[in-house]
């Protein structure tokens, strides 16, 4: 009998305890909602994980002028080539990392990561080989190689 008593109480001062945790309805309604991503984001992050010079120049100038993309909300952050050296025998694969993470974490985010990532990592092989372009012959020879030991190592196991 004491049971039936005490559940409308118990009742109701848990639904006004539940009450008072909720933020008042103008509370709420005054929080500024962030503005919509612009529709064409996945347009944009396409064109930018492209394997051409092309992608890679765009994704390039948008990097040092990120405030104009703020809009469409892309992650940035890179820790480069991960546990990998950035610079292997002095070539500058950092940028060609810092593009790959920018796919990887972007299409994560998006959830289509499984359908680009291998465009993704051809793009990074293209990236590392434009680099390897500039060096006379023989060192031309090493750097492709080291390129594509990297580009290997992500085709296997890249998961960033």
């Known amino acids: 009998m004491r049971r039936r008593r005490l559940a409308p109480v118990l009742a109701s001062a848990l639904a006004a305890g539940v ?5 008042p309805a103008a509370a709420a309604a005054a929080a ?3 503005p919509a991503v ?6 944009v992050l396409g064109r930018w994980t492209q394997t051409d010079a092309a992608g890679y120049q765009e994704w390039a100038r948008a990097r040092t002028d990120r405030a104009r993309w703020a809009a ?3 992650d ?6 991960t546990a990998s050296p950035d610079n292997p025998f002095g070539f500058p694969f950092h940028l060609a990392c810092a593009r790959h993470d920018f796919g990887y ?8 990561y499984a359908t680009h990532k291998s465009r993704v990592d051809d793009a990074f092989h ?4 434009r680099v390897c372009a500039g060096y006379p012959p023989a060192k031309k020879t090493a750097c492709d ?8 190592a992500v085709k296997a196991f890249g998961i960033s």
Not at 38 to 43: G, N, R, S, V, W
Not at 105 to 112: C, K, V
Not at 126 to 129: F, I
């Open 19 to 23: 009450l008072a945790l909720a933020p």
């Open 32 to 34: 500024p909602a962030l």
């Open 38 to 43: 612009p529709a064409d984001k996945p347009l």
């Open 72 to 74: 469409y909300r892309f």
């Open 76 to 81: 940035w952050s890179t820790d480069y080539c």
């Open 105 to 112: 974490r972007n299409y994560r985010a998006a959830g289509t």
């Open 126 to 129: 293209a990236d590392m080989k």
């Open 145 to 152: 190689s080291t390129a594509w030991t990297y580009y290997q």
